[in-house]
Structures are given as structure tokens and as C-alpha cells.
């Protein structure tokens, strides 16, 4: 197998936002309680906060994380996280059929993000709430002082305002399955004027309106014209949630994932346009994929919904804890890609979830905590991919997939910094055999700096996976990768393995 791919450092995409590198913590199964935050354990420091995932979560790189929900936020009241944790209510969470303490909540969210050098990105809940608490909400967290809100935050504490600026506008009202489920009329109307009255205590937020929860529903398209439609003149961003995952073993489909993002993305930012001109505004408005990743959404659905009811209601039940393979690591490094050669529409977008719940660190209660691997291609990418994207064009072998059409063989994104770097990330989607890449890169003298591969180990199958007592899938050095002159540019050449990010 082979292809060529031609870039030029002077036609750019456009620049990679930082926020593409964001993540997600949800009150949901082990991702908040044992997961990042765990009083008593080891590594925990005094506030609770787990160190060891702290560490992790440095080392991957997020510079965004949503939070509180998904889907737990549209039967949330904020209130009940805040104020001395020995008085905070325990509540059920229908939404994953939990019982939620409320020791961890906003203040503890606002410190732990600040210690994992993260942006927080904030949900207010438009499920079975509405415009007041998210005054409510917004008052609380970014009024300076002197009405009772603001004085309440400081009587707990955070003297200063947190100044969150990102805001979601609920969470994927167009699924049935969500709290509070509204039509795109119903929701399209709540979001407007949750936006206008948020815009008019805090002008410098930023807010998302909740797009499509996946491709796949029957109201994508329509649902977001609606909703435009009443909030476009309000809003920043629009989401949109994309989860991949294989079926009946068919890794070709499963490897072209990327190409369904890519059409989902480019839709998207069609109707976009298209609303923003049929109401005559000159404005942009960014898109936020801020649920993505691969989830075996099958596990879910036979396993783990029907172990809640069967067990009853608990705290912090183990729920869609996916153990990753080599093949999710390819897969989570071509979204990456995808996203990179999308960042004229994308201004940010989450990998849901950041530890235990489908996510790249996983950790025990009074144990480890480690890297999927997952982890690895995401840290990579959001450590080296910085400046702008730059188009490409790939020529060669192509795969024919079932679910994705015909697919380039090798995913491809190219970034450049000012100084004249490059980074260079490449997926082999061929199964089973290694691929000859020769890129062109134009206006730009290069070396080889160094090249890393996640691809499967030696002795192991594409299933290999990354557990507490051993991490077997590990990046590990590209060798034979040149750089040569080549009319005004570089062309870089080099093998890579089957199946390899
Ligand atoms: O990330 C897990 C869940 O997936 C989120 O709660 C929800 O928004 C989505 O359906």
C-alpha cells in the first residue's frame, strides 16, 4: 500500500483552536467519584482531589473540560453542590439511575479545574429547569459581590467570582431519552431567551446551543435549522455529538469513522450558513463537538442499563467503563484528525469522557490509575498540533467500506506552527498491511525531529488493551522516517505499521 500527500505551509485551514483539545466530566458512574475526586485515597489531597489522576490528566493535555452533564444535568439543581458538603443533599439521578451525594459540586469543580489547568465549560440544566436558575447559576459564579448570590459564593468560600465565560445551554434536548425532552420549537425558544437574559448579567460569556445528539436521529438537520433559527442571533456555538464504535467485527467501517465526523461536521456548518443567511445576519457561529469518542454503545444497552435496574439505586455504579484497544487508539487518533482538517468550522470539542467513563485514564477506588490507550494518541496530538492546518490532498490506496463509502487508506492532518514546525499525524487504516507514505510538504526546509507509532504491540492481536496490572500499548518510536529538499519544500517519507496511529 501507498500514497502521496501534498501539503503547503502557505494554505492554511486555519488556525487549531486550543479548545480543540477538551474534555468531559460528568456526574456519571465512577467519572467524578473515584475518579477524580476521592477523599481517603493515597494519592488524595486534602480537598479530596485525586493526585495521581490529576498527574494524568497534565500529562494528557485537555485544555477544556465541560461539566456537570450529559445527561445528569437535566435533572440537576446546582444549588445542592454547594455550601458546607456535611449539609448537601443526596439526591436520586434518574438520568443514570444513581444516587448522587453532592459532595462534589461547583466550588470543587472550580478548584480542581484550576489545579488541572483547565478552562471549566459550564451546563446549566434546561431540562426540567429553566431561565431563572440559569440566572441563578451565572450570578453565583461570575458576580463580583454585594447581592445574595454573589455573597453566598463568597460565604463559601471563593471570594472571587470563577469568571466561567463558556456556558452550554442544556445538554442533547432533541433525544427522547433526555430529562425534559423538548421539541426544537420548545427548546429552540427556552435556549433564546436563556441566552438573552445570561448575555445581560454576564456579557462576556459564551454560550452553546445544543445541536444534534448524534447523526442518526431522525430530527439532524431540521432540529438545527429550528433551533438557529430562534437562537442564532444569541449564540456563539453550536454542539454537535458524534460516538463511534464497530460492529460484527467490521474494522474497515469502524477505522472510516473519521469520514462520518467529517460529513456530520460539514453539514452542520451548511446549515449554519444557510440559517445565518436566511436571517440576515453577519455573524459566525462555531461549532462545538463537545461529545466525541468511541463507545460501544451495545455494552450499554445490554449490560450496563439493564445492571441499573437490575441493582437498584447506587452511588457511583460502574457504567461504561470500556476498556480500549489498539484499534479504539486508531480510530480516537483519525477523530483527531478529522477534527484538525475541520478547524475553519470547529471552534472546540470535548473527548467525553476524561477518567472511567468511556475515557483515556482510568483509575480504582483505592488503587491505580492508568493510561488507556487512547490516552496516547490524544496526548500527542494535543501536545505537538499547534499553529495552523493546513489543506491536503492524498492520492493512493483507498479502502471500500459497508458503512463509510471508499476511504483514503491513511488519515491525514498537517499542522505548522510560526516558527516554521510541522507536526504531522497519520492513521494506516489497512488492517493488515504496512503503508508507504511520501509527503510533500511545500515552503518549508524540515528534518525529522522524532516520530512516535501507537500501533499493536509485538505477540498481540489489534484487541490488545492497556490494564491496571500491565500497558502494554504504548507509543513507541517510528524508525526509517526521512526528510529530503525537495523543489522549495520537504518531502518526508516513511512505513507505517498495519493498523497504526
Ligand atoms: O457521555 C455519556 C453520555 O452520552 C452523556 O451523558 C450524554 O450527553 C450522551 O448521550
Redesign the pocket.
Same mark, same amino acid.
Given at each position: 500500500m501507498a500514497v502521496h500527500i501534498n501539503a503547503d505551509v502557505n494554505d492554511p485551514i486555519g488556525p487549531v483552536p486550543p479548545r480543540l483539545f477538551g474534555s468531559?466530566v $460528568?456526574h456519571?458512574g465512577r467519572s467524578v467519584y473515584t475518579g477524580i475526586y476521592e477523599p481517603g485515597h493515597p494519592a488524595a489531597d486534602e480537598r479530596g482531589f485525586r493526585r495521581d489522576v490529576l498527574d494524568l490528566v497534565r500529562e494528557l493535555g485537555p485544555t477544556v473540560v465541560r461539566y456537570p %452533564? %450529559? *445527561?445528569?444535568v437535566s435533572g440537576y439543581r446546582w444549588e445542592d453542590g454547594v455550601g458546607p458538603a456535611a449539609g448537601r443533599p443526596v439526591r436520586l439521578d434518574p438520568a443514570w439511575h444513581s444516587v448522587e451525594t453532592n459532595q462534589f459540586g461547583l466550588h470543587e469543580f472550580a478548584d480542581w479545574a484550576a489545579e488541572a489547568g483547565v478552562e471549566p465549560m459550564y451546563a446549566v440544566n434546561l431540562g426540567t429547569r429553566g431561565i431563572q436558575e440559569a440566572m441563578d447559576a451565572l450570578e453565583y459564579c461570575n458576580h463580583p459581590g454585594g447581592t445574595a448570590l454573589s455573597e453566598q459564593r463568597r460565604a463559601n468560600g471563593a471570594d472571587s467570582p470563577f469568571g466561567f465565560r463558556l456556558w452550554c445551554l442544556g *445538554? $442533547?434536548m432533541d %433525544?427522547p431519552w433526555q430529562i425534559g425532552h423538548k421539541t426544537a420549537d420548545e427548546y429552540g425558544r427556552l435556549a433564546a431567551e436563556t441566552a438573552r437574559v445570561m448575555r445581560m448579567i454576564d456579557s462576556t460569556v459564551e454560550l452553546v446551543v445544543a445541536g444534534s445528539?448524534s447523526q442518526d436521529m431522525p430530527t439532524f438537520g431540521s432540529w438545527e435549522r429550528t433551533v438557529l433559527r430562534h437562537t442564532a442571533a444569541l449564540v456563539d456555538h453550536i454542539s454537535l455529538?458524534a460516538y463511534y464504535q464497530e460492529f460484527d467485527g467490521d474494522a474497515d467501517s469502524y477505522l472510516a469513522s473519521g469520514a462520518a465526523l467529517e460529513s456530520y461536521i460539514r453539514t452542520t456548518a451548511g446549515i449554519i450558513d444557510e440559517t445565518l443567511a436566511e436571517l440576515g445576519l453577519d455573524k459566525k457561529i462555531g461549532i462545538s463537538v463537545d $461529545?466525541w469518542n468511541t463507545w460501544d454503545l451495545r455494552r450499554w444497552n445490554e449490560v450496563d442499563s439493564a445492571k441499573l435496574g437490575a441493582e437498584g439505586w447506587h452511588t457511583r455504579p460502574r457504567i !461504561?467503563e470500556d476498556t480500549y484497544t489498539v484499534t479504539d487508539a486508531v480510530v480516537v487518533g483519525s477523530l483527531l484528525n478529522c477534527l484538525l482538517r475541520n478547524v475553519d468550522r470547529v471552534t472546540m470539542a470535548n473527548q467525553?469522557?476524561l477518567v472511567n467513563? !468511556?475515557a483515556p485514564i482510568r483509575s480504582e477506588p483505592g488503587g491505580p490509575a492508568w493510561r488507556q490507550t487512547t490516552f496516547h494518541p490524544f496526548q500527542l496530538v494535543a501536545a505537538s498540533a499547534r499553529g495552523s492546518s493546513l489543506k491536503l490532498t492524498v492520492d493512493g490506496d483507498r479502502v471500500s467500506t459497508a458503512r463509510h463509502g471508499e476511504v483514503d487508506i491513511v488519515d491525514a492532518a498537517v499542522t505548522v506552527e510560526e516558527s516554521g514546525n510541522c507536526a504531522v499525524f497519520l492513521t494506516n487504516r489497512a488492517t493488515t498491511s504496512a503503508t508507504e507514505v511520501r509527503l510533500w510538504i511545500r515552503g518549508a526546509g524540515l528534518d525529522v525531529e522524532n516520530a512516535w507509532t501507537v500501533t499493536t504491540p509485538d505477540g498481540l492481536t489489534r484487541h490488545a488493551t492497556n490494564t491496571a496490572e500491565s500497558q502494554p500499548v504504548q507509543p513507541i518510536r517510528l524508525s526509517g522516517v526521512t526528510a529530503a529538499p525537495h523543489h522549495g519544500g520537504t518531502i518526508i517519507t516513511g512505513t507505517l505499521p498495519p493498523l497504526s496511529w
Amino acid at each position: 500500500m501507498a500514497v502521496h500527500i501534498n501539503a503547503d505551509v502557505n494554505d492554511p485551514i486555519g488556525p487549531v483552536p486550543p479548545r480543540l483539545f477538551g474534555s468531559f466530566v $460528568e456526574h456519571m458512574g465512577r467519572s467524578v467519584y473515584t475518579g477524580i475526586y476521592e477523599p481517603g485515597h493515597p494519592a488524595a489531597d486534602e480537598r479530596g482531589f485525586r493526585r495521581d489522576v490529576l498527574d494524568l490528566v497534565r500529562e494528557l493535555g485537555p485544555t477544556v473540560v465541560r461539566y456537570p %452533564g %450529559g *445527561n445528569f444535568v437535566s435533572g440537576y439543581r446546582w444549588e445542592d453542590g454547594v455550601g458546607p458538603a456535611a449539609g448537601r443533599p443526596v439526591r436520586l439521578d434518574p438520568a443514570w439511575h444513581s444516587v448522587e451525594t453532592n459532595q462534589f459540586g461547583l466550588h470543587e469543580f472550580a478548584d480542581w479545574a484550576a489545579e488541572a489547568g483547565v478552562e471549566p465549560m459550564y451546563a446549566v440544566n434546561l431540562g426540567t429547569r429553566g431561565i431563572q436558575e440559569a440566572m441563578d447559576a451565572l450570578e453565583y459564579c461570575n458576580h463580583p459581590g454585594g447581592t445574595a448570590l454573589s455573597e453566598q459564593r463568597r460565604a463559601n468560600g471563593a471570594d472571587s467570582p470563577f469568571g466561567f465565560r463558556l456556558w452550554c445551554l442544556g *445538554n $442533547e434536548m432533541d %433525544g427522547p431519552w433526555q430529562i425534559g425532552h423538548k421539541t426544537a420549537d420548545e427548546y429552540g425558544r427556552l435556549a433564546a431567551e436563556t441566552a438573552r437574559v445570561m448575555r445581560m448579567i454576564d456579557s462576556t460569556v459564551e454560550l452553546v446551543v445544543a445541536g444534534s445528539s448524534s447523526q442518526d436521529m431522525p430530527t439532524f438537520g431540521s432540529w438545527e435549522r429550528t433551533v438557529l433559527r430562534h437562537t442564532a442571533a444569541l449564540v456563539d456555538h453550536i454542539s454537535l455529538h458524534a460516538y463511534y464504535q464497530e460492529f460484527d467485527g467490521d474494522a474497515d467501517s469502524y477505522l472510516a469513522s473519521g469520514a462520518a465526523l467529517e460529513s456530520y461536521i460539514r453539514t452542520t456548518a451548511g446549515i449554519i450558513d444557510e440559517t445565518l443567511a436566511e436571517l440576515g445576519l453577519d455573524k459566525k457561529i462555531g461549532i462545538s463537538v463537545d $461529545e466525541w469518542n468511541t463507545w460501544d454503545l451495545r455494552r450499554w444497552n445490554e449490560v450496563d442499563s439493564a445492571k441499573l435496574g437490575a441493582e437498584g439505586w447506587h452511588t457511583r455504579p460502574r457504567i !461504561i467503563e470500556d476498556t480500549y484497544t489498539v484499534t479504539d487508539a486508531v480510530v480516537v487518533g483519525s477523530l483527531l484528525n478529522c477534527l484538525l482538517r475541520n478547524v475553519d468550522r470547529v471552534t472546540m470539542a470535548n473527548q467525553a469522557q476524561l477518567v472511567n467513563v !468511556i475515557a483515556p485514564i482510568r483509575s480504582e477506588p483505592g488503587g491505580p490509575a492508568w493510561r488507556q490507550t487512547t490516552f496516547h494518541p490524544f496526548q500527542l496530538v494535543a501536545a505537538s498540533a499547534r499553529g495552523s492546518s493546513l489543506k491536503l490532498t492524498v492520492d493512493g490506496d483507498r479502502v471500500s467500506t459497508a458503512r463509510h463509502g471508499e476511504v483514503d487508506i491513511v488519515d491525514a492532518a498537517v499542522t505548522v506552527e510560526e516558527s516554521g514546525n510541522c507536526a504531522v499525524f497519520l492513521t494506516n487504516r489497512a488492517t493488515t498491511s504496512a503503508t508507504e507514505v511520501r509527503l510533500w510538504i511545500r515552503g518549508a526546509g524540515l528534518d525529522v525531529e522524532n516520530a512516535w507509532t501507537v500501533t499493536t504491540p509485538d505477540g498481540l492481536t489489534r484487541h490488545a488493551t492497556n490494564t491496571a496490572e500491565s500497558q502494554p500499548v504504548q507509543p513507541i518510536r517510528l524508525s526509517g522516517v526521512t526528510a529530503a529538499p525537495h523543489h522549495g519544500g520537504t518531502i518526508i517519507t516513511g512505513t507505517l505499521p498495519p493498523l497504526s496511529w
